[in-house]
């Protein structure tokens, strides 16, 4: 309800009018999309993708509460820190009573790496971090600077698919926030692309330890798949590799000052690659053969067969699928990384 009340507020600032840059944004489809984040985080690399999440406070371990994770926080010195660190990319909070941020962080986060983006040689992607329930936020979001928005699962589950076709529109990449197994079918059904599973339980605010893991089955495998929520040891970290995850979300432990460690640990961990069970090219039949000799399920040819048949660039194929008709699905935000 407060977000509701945030949203309506947002209509009758003058960025919302029917010539404002958000109504804009809204209105007319980009002419080309911003894939910053997929190619910061790469496809299937052998490396473990990092991704800080810049906040002051979080929601408390029981429903309700609010703890101060860094109150005194300037998003350009924590963006300093973590591109030290070796991040990928940063979720930035927009939301004030959640997380103590504001659209102002985000727009001096995007206005921060912009200048950075000499001595790195690339910018670093950001993802805009809000309960989002409205297109309308999207397009703030967009027009702040962000390269990509969090769609939380839980938040929206009715308004999901809708948001998640916004996204597309306006050429933003959308990370979409799960922790339930239900929530991955859904997220995997209308075509996310980049799935963050996390560990804490939204509703009721309590950490559960191991739920990404429990659920790695049932992730969409052509989506790209980072884990979140309460990390703090190379042992989770090597949990979540182990199941098929591409990377992690760190939060409270580098604004605790642990960071450094678990980074370096991280970065001295020899990595194996993330591949799906791979498929003998050239059979006429096989336990994923379909109707008419069509291959069915999602399948992802492994580098080695890739070298082997001429091809340099490594795509998935879905072909089969409902009613064992050929299904080609949209993948929102994919392209060629």
């Not at 992607?125 to 027009?143: E, F, T, Y």
């Not at 980074?263 to 020899?270: A, L, P, Y």
Request: proline residues 5%; contains cysteine; aromatic residues 4%.
């Amino acid at each position: 309800e407060q977000k509701r009340r945030e949203v309506e507020r947002l209509r009758l600032m003058p960025e919302a009018r029917s010539d404002g840059p958000w109504a804009l944004r809204l209105g007319y489809p980009a002419p080309q999309g911003d894939f910053a984040l997929s190619h910061a985080i790469g496809w299937r690399d052998e490396r473990l993708v990092v991704i800080a999440d810049i906040k002051r406070t979080s929601p408390g371990r029981r429903l309700g509460e609010y703890e101060d994770i860094h109150t005194g926080m300037t998003v350009p010195s924590s963006l300093d820190s973590v591109v030290a660190l070796g991040v990928s990319g940063a979720l930035v909070c927009t939301d004030k009573l959640f997380y103590g941020g504001s659209s102002n962080d985000l727009l001096e986060a995007s206005m921060h790496v912009r200048g950075m983006e000499y001595a790195l040689g690339s910018r670093l992607p950001i993802i805009a971090k809000d309960l989002v329930i409205d297109p309308l936020q999207i397009a703030r979001a967009s027009c702040l600077g962000a390269n990509a928005v969090l769609l939380i699962a839980a938040a929206c589950p009715n308004q999901l698919q809708s948001l998640l076709d916004s996204c597309t529109l306006m050429g933003i990449e959308a990370v979409v926030e799960v922790h339930t197994a239900d929530e991955a079918r859904l997220a995997g059904e209308i075509g996310a692309s980049v799935l963050l599973v996390n560990e804490r339980d939204r509703e009721t605010g309590r950490l559960v330890p191991g739920q990404a893991v429990s659920i790695a089955g049932v992730l969409p495998p052509d989506a790209t798949c980072l884990g979140g929520g309460g990390i703090e040891t190379i042992e989770q970290v090597r949990n979540l590799r182990a199941a098929g995850y591409d990377g992690v979300v760190l939060g409270r432990t580098l604004a605790a000052g642990r960071g450094d460690a678990l980074m370096r640990e991280i970065e001295q961990e020899s990595w194996q690659q993330r591949l799906a069970e791979p498929i003998q090219l050239g059979a006429t039949a096989s336990a994923n053969e379909g109707v008419g000799g069509m291959m069915k399920g999602p399948t992802r040819l492994s580098s080695p067969e890739l070298a082997a048949n001429g091809l340099e660039a490594e795509f998935i194929v879905w072909i089969g699928g409902i009613n064992s008709k050929m299904q080609v699905p949209l993948h929102h935000s994919a392209c060629p990384r």
